[in-house]
């Protein structure tokens, strides 16, 4: 199945452990992600978090798709307060992976540098397109997270 990456970094005036509090509960995904308007269904097992979003996309204005979407999610903060993760997998309808990874370090100022990379898979057709919203997404999040958390880029 074909495949791509999309990297984008971003400095949050927040440590790396408030970050990754953030980033590690699933309700803090809705408007983070724009395409993002519900999480269900949430339930740990064995140090993963699972859960149920709905991404919410519009085709020329007028017509509205709900995606539903398998998500899981898992936090490393062994190396705390200097370095924290949250990785997962995303499973959607018609084919689509995706596996991302955000890598939070702290700055020399006491923020965090975040690096959001996402690895996504598609059939072939729906990879660009996919590639394209997960991109927008990606800036999208770190606008939004640097203002929940104070300043930032």
């Not at 005036?13 to 992600?33: C, D, F, M, Q, R």
């Not at 903060?77 to 993760?85: K, M, N, V």
């Not at 965090?112 to 997404?137: E, I, N, Q, T, W």
Request: glycine share 10%.
């Amino acid at each position: 199945m074909p495949s791509t990456e999309l990297s984008h970094s971003y400095d949050i005036a927040a440590t790396p452990a408030a970050v990754l509090a953030h980033l590690a509960e699933p309700a803090n995904y809705i408007g983070l992600s724009p395409l993002l308007v519900e999480v269900r269904d949430v339930r740990c097992e064995g140090g993963v978090t699972h859960y149920v979003a709905v991404e919410r996309f519009r085709f020329l204005g007028l017509v509205r798709h709900d995606n539903v979407i398998q998500v899981s999610l898992r936090t490393e903060d062994a190396r705390l307060p200097d370095e924290a993760t949250v990785s997962g997998e995303v499973v959607s309808p018609g084919g689509v992976r995706m596996d991302y990874l955000f890598a939070v370090t702290t700055r020399a100022d006491g923020g965090s540098l975040v690096v959001d990379r996402l690895r996504l898979h598609a059939p072939f057709g729906l990879l660009h397109y996919a590639a394209g919203k997960a991109g927008a997404v990606q800036a999208e999040r770190g606008r939004v997270l640097a203002r929940r958390l104070g300043g930032g880029n």
